[in-house]
């Protein structure tokens, strides 16, 4: 079977600035993934080379199995959605609908009428005057009804407020359960766009650091609470991925969640909590030193 979207060895220098590390990844099978990191970790850039807006320095892209650079009949299923979007100076929210209509063969154009409603975006007025969140609910509109068969979103809805943004996770995930397609989209609010990914890419300084299933990740870390005494000999040499101390109390995050440790920690009268993925995230790349990549 063909994949879907496919890295490997990729890399893309800025000058001195290595911005994607070596990525090798393989998106086969329809879904709604997460690409997550820090400001600066490679987000923009990977998304970009996956859409053949940038070359590589080095390494092979390859969507359903082509070079995005040399596949110009891709180009309505790829669909790339992005705040930093510039649009010609004249165009108005009406113009970029139907432009997305002629170049998206999928466009549905009632479901986009429902969704301009929804998230109360202007169209007759020319998109740079448009406020931020503004902007952003005509990229909302575009990444949902365009139906591109792959789906990039590159922090779609920066702009929106939290019932707008709502109203795009609902309507995504209804959305993607009569057409399913492979989204891959990157944000910072992690913990609300969490319960929407299937799988969890994470990158840090360009390298990719993180590759799993997003229910796998959740199982692999526990906060452990309770006597610092007891906390300390219940998880013993495992790798603690952060620690508070308040008194002779303890709330330790542990990498690992093995039934022992569980086990363990209940027979100690110890508190066990599970770590949200925002949590797991900013520990595992919090810990990731720049000394640690360049070595
Ligand atoms: N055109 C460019 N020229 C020089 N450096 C660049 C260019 N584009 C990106 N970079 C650098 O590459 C690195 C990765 O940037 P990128 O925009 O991909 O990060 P990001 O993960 O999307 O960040 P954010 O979450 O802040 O949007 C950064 O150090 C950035 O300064």
Request: aromatic share 6%; charged share 25%.
């Amino acid at each position: 079977m063909t994949a879907v979207l496919e890295a490997a060895g990729l890399t893309k220098r800025f000058g001195s600035v290595t911005a994607v590390d070596d990525v090798t990844f393989c998106i086969d099978e329809p879904g709604v993934h997460g690409l997550l990191g820090r400001n600066g970790a490679g987000k923009s850039t990977l998304m970009n080379l996956l859409t053949g807006q940038d070359f590589a320095t080095a390494g092979k892209v390859r969507v359903r199995g082509e070079s995005p650079l040399e596949n110009a009949r891709a180009i309505g299923e790829v669909a790339l959605i992005k705040e930093s979007q510039v649009y010609p100076k004249a165009y108005k929210g009406k113009h970029v609908l139907k432009a997305a209509s002629w170049v998206f063969p999928h466009w549905d154009h009632a479901f986009a009428a429902r969704l301009v409603d929804d998230f109360a975006a202007p169209l007759d007025r020319r998109m740079e005057k448009l406020s931020r969140g503004q902007r952003s609910a005509i990229g909302a509109v575009v990444a949902l009804a365009s139906r591109a068969e792959v789906t990039l979103l590159d922090e779609p809805y920066a702009g929106l407020d939290a019932v707008a943004r709502q109203v795009f996770y609902d309507h995504l995930l209804e959305d993607f359960a009569e057409h399913p397609r492979t989204v891959l989209m990157s944000t910072h609010l992690i913990d609300e766009a969490a319960d929407l990914f299937e799988r969890v890419l994470v990158i840090d300084h360009g390298r990719m650091v993180i590759d799993a299933s997003a229910d796998d990740l959740r199982g692999t870390a526990l906060r452990v609470v309770g006597r610092a005494e007891d906390v300390d000999a219940v998880i013993g040499s495992r790798t603690v991925l952060h620690r508070e101390a308040l008194g002779g109390t303890a709330a330790v995050t542990v990498d690992g969640a093995d039934p022992a440790l569980r086990a363990a920690a209940t027979a100690a009268g110890l508190e066990l909590a599970p770590v949200s993925l925002q949590q797991l995230i900013v520990r595992r790349t919090g810990a990731f030193a720049p000394e640690e990549v360049a070595s």
